[in-house]
């Protein structure tokens, strides 16, 4: 059974406000730090906001030089899915020189009756289109933290760059994006502030896709550039 992202939604401001708040607020300004996947615990800073990463030996053996974007793995979630697919396919672009996107990726899966959920149906769709690589994309975590006077959302992704003869990731890299807004309630005033911001982040449609945008660069800038 495929794994789902953990999903949270909490709204009890009586027991969250201020972990919350201080756990955004360390996170917040934390740097971001490129680790190897086989890096020891103790070598990560506890607080840096953390890309994961991997390039393979073989990924210079045989460089990708075009890169089917997969379905999302993990997420129940029909627009979020398609989301984080185009978002990937934009930032790969700057990466390989050619990537088959969501939108082309169906059009070729209606046309000609594939699967590519299965090996076969990804060796058939690698053959009729070229395109030797997919990639992987497997949404670990979705989080939306509402705490009164503060707003937070997380996004944690896994990706894998597979050839489609098999074998293992050419690439792979795993991140957790988060933003928030809010502050802390320590006066009438910062109050009413907290909870006019945290309101206005809580509804922005924006904020996704945005969140989205900086985990996908981030993690793509550790993918070797083959154009």
């Not at 190897?36 to 030089?65: G, I, K, Q, S």
């Not at 697919?85 to 996107?101: F, N, Q, S, Y």
Request: with cysteine.
């Amino acid at each position: 059974m495929p794994r789902k992202a953990s999903v949270m939604i909490n709204r009890n401001p009586s027991t969250t406000i201020l972990s919350a708040v201080a756990v955004w607020l360390l996170t917040a300004c934390a740097e971001i730090v490129y680790t190897p996947y086989d890096a020891t615990v103790d070598a990560v800073n506890p607080l840096a906001r953390e890309v994961r990463f991997e390039v393979a030996r073989t990924f210079y053996a045989d460089p990708p030089d075009c890169v089917t974007v997969l379905p999302v793995e993990g997420s129940s979630d029909f627009a979020a899915a398609e989301t984080i697919e185009e978002t990937l396919a934009r930032h790969l672009g700057g990466r390989v020189p050619k990537v088959i996107g969501p939108a082309e990726r169906r059009r070729n899966e209606r046309s000609a009756g594939i699967d590519l959920t299965s090996v076969e149906g990804r060796h058939i769709f690698a053959a009729a289109t070229r395109c030797r690589f997919f990639l992987k994309t497997t949404m670990d975590q979705l989080r939306n933290d509402y705490a009164f006077v503060w707003s937070g959302r997380s996004v944690g992704l896994s990706l894998e760059l597979l050839p489609a003869s098999g074998g293992g990731a050419a690439w792979r890299a795993t991140h957790v994006a988060s933003r928030g807004e809010g502050w802390l309630p320590l006066s009438p005033f910062s109050l009413v502030a907290g909870a006019f911001q945290a309101g206005q982040f809580q509804s922005d449609a924006d904020a996704l896709p945005s969140i989205l945008d900086d985990a996908a660069r981030r993690m793509m800038a550790t993918l070797p550039d083959m154009r």
